[in-house]
C-alpha cells in the first residue's frame, strides 16, 4: 500500500493510524528484498577514534540519515588483513555501496577487485585509490605541505625535519613531494637524513624527538604529516629543554582539536573533515543510483592554520 497512487490520502491516514495503534511496523527487510536493495553502506577507516575519522563518520551518517540509509562502520586499525576481513564482510553482508579510507599497509588489491567484480558502488577518501576505478574524494595534500613547509622557510628556518608516514598511503607520499618542493623552490639542499618515517601516532612523537635531539646539528622547524606524532614530539621536546617555536618550530597536519589547547598551539592544517564525510556519501548514493556515472577524484577545501607552534 506505501505510497500506492489509488490509494487515497484519506484512505491512507485511516489505515496509517490503525497501524499505529495495533503497534505494526513496517516490514522493511521484505520491502528491501523486494528493491534487491539492503539501504544499507558500510564504512571502512583505520582507527574510529582519530578526530578526522570520526569527524569523517559523523559527515557519512548525517547524509546517510536524511536518505533512509543505514551505515555499517568497521575500523581496520591500519592492516590489511583486517581491511581484506572487514571487505568479505560488508560483500556477504550485501550492503548497496562501501565509502573507504585504505590502511597503511595496503599494497595489495585482491579484496578491492573483489568488490569491482561485484560491481559494488565504492568510494575511497582522504587516502587516493588507484588500484580499481573509483571516485575519490580528497584534498590537496601536496599543496597544502608545500604551503606548511614554506611557511617555515619564510619564517627563517633552514634546516626541516618532516614527519612521514607508509609510503603504500598516497597521503605521506603526496605530503613528502610538498615538503620537497618547498625545499627545492628556495634552494634548500634536501637532506635524507632529515625525514623519519614511522606510523606517527604519540608514541612514534616521543621516539623521533629524542632522536632528533641525538642529531650533531639539532634542525630548526618540524613538520609532521599529522598532528598526533607532532604533538607528543613537541611536547618530549619541550620537556628537554627545548623552546617551541623559538629553538624548533613546528607545523602538524590534520586540525586535531587537541593542537588549539596545547602550549603553545599547534600550527596545522584543516582538512574539513565533516564536508569530506558529507560529499563522500553523496557521491556514493549518486553512483548506487547510477551505477554508469562518470568516476572521478574530487577535491575539497582546506586550509593552513597558523597558531604559536611555529610563529615567534
Known amino acids: 500500500m506505501a505510497n ?105 588489491y585482491e579484496h578491492l577487485e573483489k568488490i569491482e567484480t561485484q560491481k559494488t558502488p565504492i568510494v575511497f577518501f582522504d587516502r587516493k585509490c588507484e588500484a580499481i576505478p573509483a571516485n575519490n574524494i580528497l584534498i590537496d595534500d601536496f599543496a597544502r605541505a608545500f604551503e606548511a613547509t614554506e611557511h617555515l622557510i619564510l619564517s627563517g628556518r633552514k634546516r626541516i625535519v618532516h614527519f612521514t608516514g607508509s609510503e603504500n598511503v598516497s597521503i605521506y607520499q603526496d605530503r613528502l613531494k610538498g615538503y620537497k618542493e618547498a625545499l627545492h623552490k628556495h634552494n634548500i639542499t634536501e637532506d635524507p637524513t632529515l625525514i623519519y618515517k614511522s606510523s606517527l601516532k604519540p608514541a612514534d612523537g616521543k621516539i623521533l624527538a629524542r ?8 634542525p630548526d622547524a618540524i613538520f609532521s604529516a599529522n598532528d598526533l606524532a607532532a604533538i607528543s614530539c613537541m611536547q618530549e621536546l619541550q620537556e628537554s629543554g627545548v623552546k617551541i617555536p623559538h629553538d624548533i618550530a613546528i607545523v602538524g597536519f590534520s586540525n586535531e582539536p587537541l593542537g588549539a589547547y596545547t602550549s603553545p598551539s599547534l ?21 548506487i543510483e547510477n551505477p554508469d556515472v562518470v568516476q572521478e577524484t574530487k577535491l575539497l577545501d582546506s586550509s593552513l592554520i597558523l597558531r604559536n607552534s611555529s610563529i615567534i
Open 211 to 218: 632522536q632528533i635531539l641525538e642529531l650533531k646539528e639539532i
Open 4 to 108: 500506492n497512487p489509488r490509494v487515497t490520502k484519506k484512505t491512507r491516514d485511516l489505515i496509517q493510524a490503525k497501524a499505529k495503534e495495533l503497534g505494526y511496523f513496517r516490514n522493511t527487510l521484505a520491502s528491501n528484498l523486494r528493491s534487491q536493495k539492503t539501504r544499507t553502506i558500510g564504512v571502512i577507516v583505520p582507527h574510529i577514534s582519530r578526530y578526522f575519522l570520526s569527524t569523517v563518520i559523523a559527515g557519512i551518517e548525517e547524509v546517510a540519515f536524511e536518505n533512509d540509509y543505514r551505515v555499517i562502520i568497521c575500523q581496520s586499525l591500519d592492516q590489511l588483513e583486517r581491511e581484506k576481513q572487514l571487505t568479505d564482510t560488508l560483500l556477504s553482508s550485501q550492503v548497496d555501496g562501501i565509502i573507504m579510507s585504505i590502511s597503511m599497509e595496503t599494497n595489495q
Open 267 to 287: 600550527s596545522s592544517v584543516n582538512q574539513n573533515p565533516l564536508e569530506m564525510g558529507k560529499i563522500a556519501t553523496q557521491t556514493l548514493l549518486h553512483q
